[in-house]
């Protein structure tokens, strides 16, 4: 026995159609995801690859201290070494002393001793310094006491994406007889 039963067209094109519609929202709604996810992908990267690398900026922060963490005595040149003329006039009395706490020592002659020119030995003993060692072209500021005493940059600290701070102590005596500080001294980097 066969069973004749007639379907109407309009209900065929339909289902055809409706399939291949279906089909279609599909593919394009894969299409957007892989899209979209491919953007991201790329946004991603720009943002990541724009920025410097967190991990040089601090290696370079930790040797700029160090740098400036050198006795006076294992300097050969300039006016901030064991055999200046700033040694045998007596501004310098203590050739142990670091870069820093010279810079501190003088800081304290300036402030607290009332030393009119100690304040341009502290800004070119350490501008002397940095031109000795070629480190001009780095972004570096040097402050003590919340004041900027050697700055050097080829950008701004707020265009920077990586800005480092070191902070320390600075202390000592002077001549053997006063004591000075404790003075809080700043290294910043950044790139």
Request: aromatic share 14%; glycine share 6%; net charge negative.
């Amino acid at each position: 026995m066969k069973i004749n039963i007639r379907i109407p067209n309009t209900l065929i094109h339909r289902k055809i159609f409706g399939k291949k519609a279906f089909y279609f929202t599909m593919e394009a709604v894969i299409a957007l995801m892989i899209l979209s996810i491919g953007f991201g992908i790329l946004l991603y990267l720009f943002t990541v690859l724009a920025k410097p690398p967190v991990s040089i900026v601090q290696t370079k922060l930790y040797d700029t201290v160090t740098l400036f963490s050198m006795k006076i005595e294992s300097i050969s040149g300039g006016n901030c070494s064991a055999t200046s003329d700033w040694t045998a006039d007596g501004n310098i009395t203590v050739t142990s002393n670091s870069i820093l706490n010279q810079a501190g020592e003088f800081y304290y002659r300036y402030s607290e001793r009332n030393c009119d020119y100690c304040d341009d030995l502290l800004e070119q003993c350490l501008r002397e310094f940095a031109d000795e060692k070629n480190i001009e072209d780095e972004n570096i500021e040097i402050r003590i006491d919340k004041r900027t005493w050697y700055y050097n940059g080829t950008m701004t600290q707020e265009n920077a994406s990586v800005v480092f701070p070191y902070k320390m102590l600075l202390f000592g005596t002077y001549n053997n007889s006063a004591m000075w500080g404790p003075y809080v001294a700043e290294v910043r980097v950044w790139q």
